[in-house]
């Protein structure tokens, strides 16, 4: 599994306006600057994140970006999901392998997959911005 560009620069996109949630609505050309990322990558990032309502956005003069809930309710999980699609570590385990029921090696990509499925999912927005993610303690 690898993370593309698109699925960093949402979360980047997602911190900013976490971090500046008390300041309303913020363009995308603030973001893009202290983010130093393009403007124009960015518009089709927000239109994935504002078509699935992670976001409001507010068109005029002071127009821009929020968020749409509290950054504490938005998982990575879910902000990756919407922007990669599936975050699994190989294909055969969304299913579609023929040899999936017999195959040696099913147990571990499961596994990994819900690691990294519950890992994502117990961090929020809000953590990414305090710093506080830490690392999962593995038995």
């Known amino acids: 599994m690898m993370i593309s560009t698109r699925g960093r620069y949402a979360l980047h996109v997602m911190a900013d306006l976490a ?20 403007v124009k990558y960015l518009e089709s990032i927000v239109a994935i994140l504002n078509k699935a309502n992670m976001l409001q956005s507010f068109r005029g003069k002071v127009g821009g970006y929020c968020l749409s809930k509290r950054p504490e309710e938005y998982t990575i999980q879910s902000i990756l999901e919407l922007t990669e699609g599936s975050l699994a570590p190989v294909g055969c385990v969304e299913g579609g392998c023929p040899n999936s029921t017999g195959c040696i090696t099913m147990p571990l990509w499961k596994n990994l997959d819900s690691v990294i499925e519950n890992y994502l999912e117990s961090v929020t927005l809000k953590d990414l911005i305090d710093g506080s993610v830490n690392v999962p303690v593995l038995k």
């Open 19 to 38: 971090q500046h949630i008390d300041e309303g609505p913020i363009s995308l050309k603030d973001i893009a600057l202290r983010q130093q990322l393009s």
